[in-house]
């Protein structure tokens, strides 16, 4: 599911130069709940790089000050910031809150 939500995001450009990474993904799931995925060079992500096909296996996530449980392990100083998670925890997240909007 989460492959073919990143497959074909358009490189991200900082002062009309493409970067070695993606454009953030923003998910929203059925009962409200949101967050960012980020993945690439510059991102808590695997591999490093732009994967046009969305082939990642772990990807930076990004939330709201919301309580995820599911999320905990990868927990960056209480920033809402969670490197490296794995693709299937984050499928497993979008499934708890009900699927995509």
Same mark, same amino acid.
């Given at each position: 599911m989460l492959k073919e939500m990143l497959a074909g995001r358009q490189l991200k450009n900082y /002062?009309?130069?493409p970067q070695d990474e993606m454009e953030p993904l923003? %998910?929203?799931? #059925?009962?409200?709940?949101r967050f960012q995925i980020h993945a690439g060079r510059h @991102?808590? @992500?695997t591999p490093a790089g732009?994967? #046009?096909e969305g082939n990642? $296996?772990?990807v930076e996530i990004y939330i709201e000050p919301k309580d995820e449980a599911l999320l905990w392990p990868f927990a960056?100083? /209480?920033t809402g910031r969670y490197g490296f998670v794995r693709v299937e925890v984050a499928e497993e997240?979008? $499934?708890k809150h009900g699927? %995509?909007?």
């Open positions: /002062n009309g130069y923003t %998910v929203t799931c #059925k009962d409200g709940f @991102s808590m @992500s732009y994967q #046009k990642y $296996r772990t960056k100083h /209480n997240i979008i $499934r699927g %995509v909007l």
